[in-house]
């Protein structure tokens, strides 16, 4: 098997109040293609920040982050804002959905963007989470929940290579954060996606192929 | 003294935190201060200086003499021009050195002339003359001035008239030289007598000739400069306050949440609504002063023209400089802190109003849920309701301020409606094909809420400054047209003697550089128990193919020379809403069994005057009003030969050079003011512009914080900064765009009702409306221009250093 994502030597410090705080150092791993992962850790242990390396949008201070053959902080702001855009896509702990557009195009933007919008799949997706009754509704009009199901229903609809997600589960009841495994599984089975779950939810993490621990600023398999 | 700790660590501290906001609350309200101040100094100048200059004691000449450098002349020099013959009067005026409000004027009651218009009005008819001679004590003034000179214990005997003018008060000239502290001074000379023809004396003394022309319509037209100005001052006030607007409720929003934890902690309502309403008049104040600062600036620098202007107009001695009270500077102070106090006031009701636990809307969520919100609608629909109601009643000029300010309200309310109205069509009625196209749209429709005040100030100032520069261009334009209709002859002559005149009118017909010779008379009558001017005039060829008229009935000229037609000038026409075939009758108060009447057939531009006046044969004329002679020609002459005709007349029929009035000087002192009123109105509005512009950039970077955040989930999903800015960019020009097209007709409304209106109801005529596109698209233009400047500013900064802002808001803290 090909290692789809290989970090290499990656450290990463924050400087907050004049003080540097060391989040990782000297990481290492790599992750197959079209395998499913899942990032546990602490809170506060550097889920998301891995997550936020791993797609372009935070930088390292040392290290190297491939995806494919794409070296990602080894190109400019806009090839890599350009292979995001059409390689990746993430689930944001806090949903991050476009405020001025409402459900449905919400769902649609970021496949249309890249012109591989499927309209059955959507429908899939659409019907799968539960979401036909809100497509009218602008974000700020419907719950924490709801929201993250939009989130979660607009990153699966483009196929992407590498889908990050970010707690995609951390709001939602049993029965949603099944529905939600099973949008994963098909992305995985269906379109031959790799996918990588930062998540505290032993449920979610059990069906994954890889487990992957952050301690002490160091990530271990399980 | 908990106020003070509140006001301390809270109130102040939010500014300290945001120190930009607080520079732009400031420069809000100091541009603002600074326009409005600037043209009421202007005002309260000009007025001063051609209030005192309107008092020509000695001689109805237009001729005075003064020193070259406007220095107040040495009494020496009236002994010097005395002994070479020359007809002189001394005059010494100024404001009471411990009074500025009261002028005193000081007269030689030996050299003053007897023959002048003030001398037989003020001293022959009531026998005041010798009595002032031998007292030297005499201070003529009218009774309220009196009752303010009382309390100063001046040591005068104080004489009641009411032939003088509020606040000025008439002395012997060595009184007033120890009055005002200026003893063996003279302001200036008046003429009692024709000038002697050896002028080299003048300039060995350092002293000129100048014109004055304290004519009535002039006075007029300088006073609807001033109209116009202070209506243009309040407009810009108004454009300014909306940057302050902005910016103070943002404020105002960012601190709910802490207001809240201070009631909880609680403290009063009281003490918090204390507390702010101490920050506002605070910094109002203080922001004020630096605008009462600059506005100073402003109108030294701009009071050379106007004052040049006005000196030209009344031959007044205005210096450039500015006088300035303490009483000024609090008056003009006034302005910005109650302005700020009626801006935050939605904001000041809330705090009194509000509970505990309320839950205050936080801002983001007003941000958002605006798209819904239709309220302002009904508003309108009163606005205009109310508009048309005062449209339908007469005329006033109060009712006229009010419309323009309704105008103003009810286009600022409507300006976002349109701008969501256009939006959304965009949005339901095109789809297009690229997801960012369509959320470009969408996104532009709530971008609306976020600088809707910005552009409001834009459409409003853009508005201002169009219809404004169409006024006076429109004014200008007919006016030198009107002028040149209406001075039909190069040459007009006046004298005071019949003779004189018999023999003008007789014999100067034969002089070869004549070519015709038209009399003209004048007298007062009344109608509807108000004053009226009546002209008699020879409608002959000349008149007919130049008399400037707005509306006429057939045959008009035939009616007037033939029957009992009479024209009307527009003044008349509004006044008592007399119309085309109208029969009306008007009243010699001499002998009241002498009526006249008439129909009218013509309507006439009489700009510049102010009494309303009807035009009619002179046949007609001697019949009903009086038998005297014409005293007046207007006199056509060959060109070029206005010099060799006017020393004619001089020499033969012995009138002053003052009495033989060139036309075309007159012209071009009318087309100067309104140069003058053009060059200063047009460096207010751009001024003004570019408030409004800066109004864009400060809520711009007020806003940034959110608008970066708002953006971030495109940024997330691989849409580069450079992208989005461009997007930003290409956004704010589109509300721009769509927010100049809307301030066009606003403009020309404003100019509308300026022109039809305000002219009517305060002067009496009604400016002819005129379209000027170039000159619009020259200020959409400079506007477009300074607000990509403004906005490309603020965007780029945005976009600069937001990788760390937009991360930010995917963490747990966020
Ligand atoms: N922008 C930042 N500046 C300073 N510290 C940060 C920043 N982002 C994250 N951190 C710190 O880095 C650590 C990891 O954060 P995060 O990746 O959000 O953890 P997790 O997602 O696992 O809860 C935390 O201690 C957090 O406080
Ligand atoms: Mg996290």
């Known amino acids: 098997m090909v290692p789809y994502l290989v970090v290499k030597k990656l450290n990463k410090d924050f400087e907050s109040s004049g003080e540097s705080f060391e989040v990782f150092k000297d990481l290492n791993f790599e992750i197959n293609s079209n395998t499913s992962t899942a990032l546990i850790g602490e809170s506060g242990s550097g889920k998301t920040t891995l997550i936020h390396l791993i797609a372009g949008l935070e930088s390292p201070d040392s290290g190297t982050i491939k995806i494919g053959d794409f070296d990602i902080w080894k190109y400019s702001e806009q090839k890599r804002a350009n292979f995001r855009l059409n390689n990746i896509s993430i689930i944001f702990q806090q949903y991050n959905l476009i405020p001025s557009l409402n459900v449905l195009s919400n769902i649609n933007f970021h496949s249309q963007l890249i012109k591989n919008y499927d309209q059955n799949f959507r429908d899939e997706l659409i019907n799968l989470l539960g979401l036909s009754k809100l497509l009218k509704k602008y974000p700020e009009e419907i719950s924490g929940g709801q929201q993250q199901r939009v989130a979660i229903a607009r990153a699966i609809l483009t196929k992407p290579k590498l889908l990050l997600a970010d707690e995609p589960t951390g709001n939602l009841d049993e029965e949603n954060s099944t529905k939600v495994t099973n949008a994963f599984e098909i992305l995985q089975s269906r379109y031959n996606s790799t996918i990588v779950i930062a998540t505290h939810s032993k449920k979610l993490a059990q069906n994954l192929n890889l487990k992957l621990i952050i301690k002490n600023k160091k990530i271990n398999k399980i | ?814």
């Open chain 2, 1 to 814: 003294m908990r106020l003070f700790d509140i006001l301390i660590m809270c109130n102040f501290k939010h500014w300290f935190r945001k120190p930009l906001q607080l520079f732009f609350l400031f420069l809000g309200i100091s541009l603002a201060t600074t326009l409005w101040s600037s043209i009421q100094l202007i005002n309260t100048q000009a007025k001063k200086s051609y209030e005192s200059a309107t008092l020509l004691i000695s001689s109805n000449q237009n001729k005075i003499i003064k020193s070259v450098n406007n220095e107040l002349i040495a009494f020496g020099s009236f002994a010097k021009l005395r002994r070479n013959k020359w007809p002189v009067t001394p005059i010494l005026e100024g404001g009471l050195p411990n009074n500025d409000q009261i002028k005193i004027i000081g007269v030689d009651p030996f050299t003053l002339s007897k023959n002048s218009n003030f001398y037989k009005s003020f001293f022959e008819k009531k026998d005041r003359y010798q009595e002032f001679l031998i007292n030297n004590r005499l201070a003529f003034a009218s009774p309220e001035t009196i009752n303010k000179i009382l309390k100063l214990n001046l040591n005068l005997e104080l004489v009641k008239t009411d032939s003088l003018v509020k606040n000025l008060v008439l002395v012997d000239i060595s009184i007033a030289e120890n009055l005002l502290n200026k003893s063996g001074r003279i302001t200036r000379f008046e003429l009692t007598d024709r000038i002697p023809k050896d002028r080299k004396i003048l300039t060995e003394i350092g002293l000129e000739i100048i014109k004055t022309k304290s004519s009535d319509d002039l006075k007029q037209l300088t006073r609807s400069f001033h109209l116009n100005l202070t209506a243009f001052g309040f407009l810009g006030f108004i454009v300014g306050l909306f940057i302050v607007y902005s910016t103070l409720n943002l404020s105002f929003e960012q601190r709910k949440s802490a207001f809240t934890t201070l009631r909880l902690m609680g403290i009063s309502i009281k003490t918090l609504f204390l507390s702010t309403l101490l920050e506002i008049i605070l910094l109002s104040s203080i922001s004020g002063l630096v605008g009462v600062f600059f506005g100073h600036i402003l109108a030294s620098f701009l009071l050379p023209d106007v004052a040049s202007t006005i000196g030209n107009i009344y031959g007044a001695n205005i210096k450039d400089q500015l006088v300035f009270s303490v009483t000024e500077i609090i008056i003009a102070l006034l302005m910005p802190i109650f302005g700020a106090i009626l801006i935050s006031t939605s904001f000041l009701i809330q705090i009194y109003k509000s509970e505990p636990l309320s839950n205050y809307l936080p801002f983001l969520k007003i941000y958002f849920n605006y798209y819904k919100n239709f309220t302002s609608i009904p508003i309108i629909f009163i606005l205009v309701i109310l508009s048309v109601i005062i449209l339908l009643s007469p005329k006033e000029l109060f009712l006229s301020f009010m419309l323009i300010a309704i105008l103003i309200l009810s286009s600022s309310l409507l300006l976002p409606l349109f701008l969501r109205l256009i939006l959304s069509l965009i949005n339901n009625s095109i789809k297009f094909k690229n997801p960012l196209i369509t959320w470009f749209f969408r996104d532009t429709f709530k971008q609306i809420r976020r600088i809707s005040l910005s552009l409001n100030a834009l459409m409003l100032s853009i508005a201002v400054t169009i219809g404004v520069d169409n006024m006076v261009k429109s004014f200008e334009e007919t006016f030198s047209i009107w002028l040149d209709k209406r001075l039909i002859t190069e040459m007009y002559v006046r004298t005071n003697s019949e003779t004189v005149a018999k023999k003008i009118s007789m014999e100067t017909e034969k002089e070869e550089n004549i070519i015709d010779i038209y009399p003209i008379i004048e007298t007062e009558s009344y109608f509807d128990n108000s004053k009226i001017s009546v002209v008699g005039f020879k409608p002959k060829k000349i008149y007919i193919d130049n008399w400037p008229i707005v509306h006429k009935s057939v045959d008009m000229w035939k009616k007037i020379q033939k029957f009992n037609g009479i024209i009307i000038n527009e003044q008349f026409h509004y006044k008592f809403g007399t119309n085309i075939g109208d029969e009306i009758q008007t009243t010699d108060l001499l002998n009241n069994n002498n009526k006249l009447k008439s129909v009218v057939v013509g309507i006439y531009p009489d700009y510049g005057n102010s009494i309303p006046q009807i035009m009619i044969s002179l046949e007609r004329f001697k019949d009903y009003y009086s038998n005297s002679f014409p005293n007046n020609f207007a006199v056509d002459v060959k060109k070029g030969s206005f010099n060799n005709v006017s020393e004619y007349i001089q020499n033969k029929y012995d009138i002053l050079e003052t009495d033989i009035i060139n036309q075309k000087t007159i012209k071009e002192f009318s087309k100067n003011v309104f140069e003058k009123t053009f060059t200063v109105t047009r460096s207010l509005s751009d001024a003004m512009i570019i408030i409004a512009t800066l109004t864009l950039l400060t809520s711009l970077v007020s806003l940034s914080e959110i608008r970066v955040i708002n953006l971030s989930p495109l940024w997330a999903l691989g849409i580069t900064r450079g992208s989005l800015l461009k997007i930003e960019f290409a956004q704010f020009l589109l509300l721009i765009l769509i927010t100049l097209f809307f301030a066009i007709p606003v403009g020309l409304l404003i100019c509308f009702l300026l022109t039809n209106y305000l002219n009517i109801s305060a002067f009496g005529w009604k400016l002819p409306f005129q379209y000027y596109p170039a000159m619009w698209g020259k200020t959409l233009f400079v506007s477009l221009i300074c607000c990509i400047i403004s906005i490309a500013l603020p965007t780029f900064l945005m976009f600069k250093n937001s990788t760390s802002l937009m991360v930010k808001r995917y963490k747990n803290e966020c």
